[in-house]
């Protein structure tokens, strides 16, 4: 399994290509289409998965870019945050036709790998973490040091200490890939991260 990261649009949204015996998942592409596109044909490989930690701007906005230059790639996003048609802060339910819907414990394959869901909501109703081998793609939920911000439509922070206390409690470690910032390990987070502290009762 290999990991890339693409820092992309004006804020340094992580983008993740996640690549399996030469398939490909592309994660949270939330802009800059040519350079992702450019960075998957360096890759090689089949594209066949772009995987939606939930649907606000600064984590879609290549979406449609990346569907009309890869249409059999299937695109994956959580029922919650596909109902923003119209929102500037969900814009893109209205803008793919194809849509298709991942839950709590839906199980997606890439190449011999196993990708699960965990619905993670507070940061968004349809926030997402996709688990992958050793990694967590933790989208807005749980940051190196931090966690999403609550106060946008939709947030809750009683909802996000309970996703994070469901992180904080899985077996063994993993490498922890945020929607933003540095990469950090679950372990290092349960030691150092106030809010997942908090959540965990430990704080």
Excluded: W
């Amino acid at each position: 399994m290999n990991v890339k990261i693409m820092q992309v649009g004006p804020i340094g949204t992580n983008c993740y290509i996640l690549e399996e015996g030469g398939r490909i998942a592309v994660i949270d592409p939330g802009d800059e289409a040519e350079r992702i596109l450019s960075v998957l044909e360096e890759t090689g490989g089949t594209v066949d998965h772009i995987l939606l930690t939930h649907g606000h701007y600064d984590h879609t906005t290549a979406v449609p870019q990346l569907h009309a230059a890869l249409p059999e790639a299937k695109i994956y996003i959580h029922q919650a945050d596909a109902n923003g048609a119209g929102s500037r802060l969900f814009p893109l339910a209205g803008e793919v036709e194809d849509l298709l819907l991942y839950d709590e414990g839906d199980v997606l394959s890439l190449g011999g790998l196993t990708i699960e869901v965990i619905h993670t909501p507070g940061h968004s109703p349809g926030s997402v973490t996709l688990k992958a081998g050793d990694v967590l793609f933790t989208g807005d939920t749980l940051f190196c040091g931090s966690m999403g911000r609550t106060d946008l439509r939709g947030g809750s922070y009683e909802q996000i200490m309970a996703s994070l206390k469901r992180l904080g409690e899985l077996e063994g470690d993993f490498r922890v890939c945020p929607g933003h910032d540095r990469t950090s390990t679950l372990e290092q987070e349960r030691q150092h991260n106030p809010f997942l502290l908090e959540a965990m009762g430990r704080a």
